[in-house]
């Protein structure tokens, strides 16, 4: 992390001339502002050790060692930090800062706050941020979206930020050719192609952007064919229930398309707005192009389910619902696939699933509604039951 450069001038010259120990109270400032003193049950301490002093332990010379031990005992002479040592009984043979710890007081805080021009607060770096936004808000269509910035750390350097946000539309209003959030991340905050990552559409809304201005990563989807008459795709949540299902195929999976999207949980947004990339499963037979195009076809008008029986398979918990409410919302006629479904809820109602809790899904949010009916009605009075969640793998 860069550090304040100016230092105060009421600063004593044994602490701005012993780097070690100077770095020692900015990181004291950091911990600080990341958990303030108030919140504490303990002073902030260190050990003295070769990482934090090399000039005490492995000094170039004796000044360097006897320079960096005054500083330290001036220090704890103005009431800056004690210096306990870690021993009951100290042999002469010792150095004597070997064997301590720098044990900061709690009073000490607002004048290294002082001396190292660290007066910031989580406060006062929003409203530095605000000050800056509000010079540069004429080059934002929405600025306001700037009132709360993405993330806590664009507060640290917000001059900067606001810089690398305005260096991201001359790209986008330079370029020939459509380019994603992880493009322009890394080409204007140093490299760093995550740091705007699922943030396409807060982008587009705070530069007054045309919807999809930037590049969306499509969804991907793998495809198992059957081997002969195709009646209709079944979609699979999980990547171990889709191997189990094309490895053995049964009467009513035979004439089935199986598909799988990684992280469908993530995807499945991406996925009903826009065509997926189709990729077939090699060991499974080779569709023709006809058959392709007509998916993505149908795919990207929504009529998917019109023109093919659709069903999707997921976990019976809040996050496999709101998949098929998802789908639902984009091709009204999917289905979920019934057999699987019919066996998980037979499955829970015998006292065979599992809480929320057991399985670490405390953070599934209830869907306000399931827009189903069959898989409804099936769901009757679900959150009342006991164990109301299972797994697919548990089915195939």
Known sequence: MEYPQMIDDKAPNWLI?????LNLCHVTLDRLDAYPRVDRQQNISFSLSLTLFPSLFNPKSN???DWTWQALSKGERASLWALPSTRKRRHSSLQPWQFRRLVIEAEAEPTLRRWLNREDTPHTRRARWLEIVKVHAS????PELLDTPPSKTWLEHPQDMIEQLLCIRKCVEQSSSQLSAYQLSARCFGARSKLLRNRESWLETLFGWPKYTLKRRPGLLELHWPSDLVEGLLLIENWDSYLAAIDNRTPLTKHLI??????????S??????CPRLYHDSDGAIPSDDWIQKLRKWWQDGSLADHLQVFFAGDLDYTGIAIINALQSRFTKIKPFKPQYTALISLVKAGGGHSPEQADKEGQLLPSTITDPWLSEQLNGWTSWQRPFADQEAYW
């Open 63 to 65: 000044e360097d060692s």
């Open 258 to 267: 199986i598909g799988y999207s990684a992280g469908f949980r993530a995807s």
């Open 139 to 142: 080059a934002f269509r929405h």
């Open 17 to 21: 001339d012993t780097p070690e120990l």
């Open 269 to 274: 947004n991406r996925m009903i707005s826009q």
